[in-house]
């Protein structure tokens, strides 16, 4: 009787620790990690936008005409569509952003990128749909100062906004944000 007990006693043990074990697996990291850009004058202030998205790596590709083709729409990341923020009214290229969550498109070309800010959100990446274009600004190409390995994004602060900066392998585009206010 008492060995009976002992099996017992040990088989509940390991089917029980068995699904502790399972349940504490987490799935691999993503090859193209999510990261977040914050537009703000200072630490203590509360952010005009925000950009989310999906940060590829260069891994020894050509990016620029290859990876991603000039003249086509791209979804400016991996993955999701990457999300643009907005918290107050804020002026790009002559049109007024109310507050909301847009998603941002690229078209890049070898000197100058189209950056494009349309109303959907919550979409795939490669879900484009122009008829939904808010604002489209064309914007010049700059060399980097270094090479990027990964798509990045950062906003800098300016007097009476911030201007996003978008860049990967040698390459990098401006977009200015205004305050309406």
Partial sequence: MKSLLTILFFTAITVFSTNTAYSQTFPKMDTSPMDLAMARPDRNTPPIARVIYSRPQKKGREIFGELVPYGKVWRTGANEATELTIYEPLKVNKTVLQPGTYTLFTI????????????????????????????????????????????????????KGATLMIGWDKTYVEVPFEKVN
């Fill in 108 to 159: 890049p070309e070898k000197d100058m990128w189209t950056v494009i800010i349309n109303k959907n959100a919550n979409v795939w990446g490669t879900i484009y749909n122009k008829d939904n274009d808010v604002v489209r600004l064309e914007t010049p190409a700059r060399n980097a100062a270094a090479p990027a390995e990964s798509l990045s994004m950062v906003f800098r602060p300016e007097d």
